[in-house]
C-alpha cells in the first residue's frame, strides 16, 4: 500500500468546533511535517516533528513512530483554517512522502 | 528573511515541446525539491538535489530533466510535453539537518494544448 494514508479526504466544520485529522505510516518513518495549502495553492509548513507532540495556537500536532501514525488537532475552527492539510513523512534513508491531503471547510 | 522564486507562474506550451521551469531561493538550503500536484491530488516527488550538481530521482522522475546549476537554483524541464496535460509544479527547498525549515515556492501552472 501507500507509505502515507490520510484521512479523512474531506471535512466540514462548524465555526468553533474541534476536530481531528491522522495521517497512517505503512513503515517506521523518522519525522513527519504537516502543511497546509490555501485557496491559491500557497503551500506553508505548520509542524515538523521527530517525536512527540508540539502545539501553535490552535493547532497541536502528535507523532508516534512507533504506532506509525501522526494527527493534526484543530480547535475552535475558524473560516481561515479552511484549505487542504497535507502531511508528509519520511523514512530512513529516502525522501519524504507525501499524503493525499484532506480537503477542510470550515463553515459559519 | 528569505524567499523562493518560481518562474514562470504560467505555462503554456504544445505537444512534444521542451519546457524549462526554474526555481531560485536565498535561505542558503542545501537541498532543493521539484515536486508534482495534478488537480485535487498530493504532491508527488520528481526530482530532489542535496548540493550544488546533485541530482536524485524521487517517484517521478521519468519524463523530466533536472539541473542543480548552484546552490541557489534549481530548474526542472519538461522533456516532451504531453497534450492536455495540466499540473502544477512546486519547487520547495530545505537545511540538510532541519527539516523543520521546508520552504515551498507559489509554483507554475502548466497547460500544454
Known amino acids: 500500500g501507500m507509505p502515507v494514508e490520510q484521512n479523512p479526504p474531506a471535512l466540514s466544520l462548524y465555526e468553533g468546533a474541534d476536530s481531528g485529522l491522522r495521517c497512517n505510516f505503512s513503515t517506521t518513518m523518522k519525522s513527519v511535517q504537516w502543511f497546509q495549502q490555501n485557496h491559491r495553492g500557497r503551500l506553508i509548513t505548520l509542524f515538523y516533528l521527530a517525536q512527540g507532540t508540539k502545539e501553535n495556537g490552535r493547532l497541536k500536532s502528535t507523532f508516534n513512530s512507533k504506532e506509525r501514525y501522526s494527527t493534526l488537532h484543530i480547535k475552535d475552527a475558524q473560516l481561515e483554517d479552511s484549505g487542504t492539510y497535507f502531511c508528509?513523512?519520511?523514512?530512513?534513508?529516502?525522501?519524504?512522502?507525501f499524503g493525499t491531503g484532506t480537503k477542510l471547510q470550515v463553515v459559519p | 528573511g528569505g524567499i523562493i522564486t518560481q518562474t514562470p507562474k504560467f505555462l503554456i506550451g504544445q505537444e512534444g515541446q521542451k519546457l524549462t521551469l526554474k526555481c531560485q531561493q536565498n535561505f542558503n538550503h542545501d537541498t532543493m525539491y521539484w515536486y508534482r500536484q495534478d488537480s485535487g491530488k498530493g504532491l508527488r516527488l520528481i526530482y530532489y538535489?542535496?548540493?550544488?550538481?546533485?541530482?536524485q530521482k524521487g517517484d517521478l522522475s521519468e519524463g523530466y530533466d533536472a539541473s542543480r546549476e548552484k546552490k541557489s537554483s534549481f530548474s526542472l524541464t519538461v522533456t516532451s510535453a504531453q497534450k492536455n496535460e495540466m499540473a502544477v509544479f512546486l519547487c520547495a527547498s530545505s537545511s540538510r539537518d532541519r527539516g523543520s525549515d521546508y520552504t515551498f515556492g507559489s509554483g507554475t501552472r502548466l497547460l500544454v494544448i
Open positions: 538535489s542535496i548540493t550544488e550538481n546533485d541530482l
Open positions: 508528509a513523512a519520511e523514512s530512513s534513508g529516502t525522501y519524504q512522502r
